[in-house]
């Protein structure tokens, strides 16, 4: 890629959205670092996502997440990607610090799409439900207020990777 990124790229949008798949294939192409919260989260604290949850429950897995967001959104501008968790958005201190030096772009993706993309799945903790559907149109609804602060939303729905990060290289480019 031919062009200088002032800014760093912070992937939000719900779990299924394409967040990691897309924010490594960007960093690639800009050759620059790729971070994924949730894989740094899971690192510090030796566990898995599920079992973080699982064991030390949603307020201790969020009190990290904010921690590991507070310390990305400190990267020098223009130097990475950071793919969020799907709740990262739920917290306004986590925004504010990602915002700090990045833009913020939410990937927005249908309840249905969301679903078939990860059904087969068994590393969501919240979709651990008896219609994991119904609760994907649900967390959807709650946190569609929080996803709307992004910068800039764009629609992944029915879209391939590439078409995704070429959409996505564009906003960045004007």
């Not at 990124?5 to 967040?19: D, E, Q």
């Amino acid at each position: 890629m031919s062009f200088q990124m002032k800014r760093n790229i912070i992937l939000t949008g719900f779990m299924g959205s394409g967040k990691t798949s897309v924010g490594k294939e960007l960093a690639r192409l800009l050759n620059i670092d790729f971070f994924d919260s949730d894989e740094i989260i899971a690192g510090l604290v030796g566990k898995s996502v599920s079992d973080i949850f699982r064991c030390c429950g949603e307020d201790y897995f969020r009190s990290r997440e904010t921690e590991v967001l507070e310390i990305l959104g400190k990267k020098t501008p223009g130097s990475c990607v950071v793919s969020t968790g799907g709740g990262a958005v739920l917290r306004s201190r986590n925004l504010n610090a990602l915002r700090e030096n990045g833009i913020i772009i939410c990937l927005d993706v249908s309840a249905e799409e969301a679903y078939s993309r990860v059904k087969e799945m068994n590393d969501r903790p919240l979709l651990q439900v008896e219609n994991p559907l119904e609760k994907i149109e649900e967390l959807l609804q709650e946190r569609k207020p929080f996803y709307l602060q992004a910068d800039v939303c764009l629609s992944a729905t029915g879209k391939t990777l590439q078409e995704i990060v070429l959409e996505i290289i564009n906003v960045l480019r004007t």
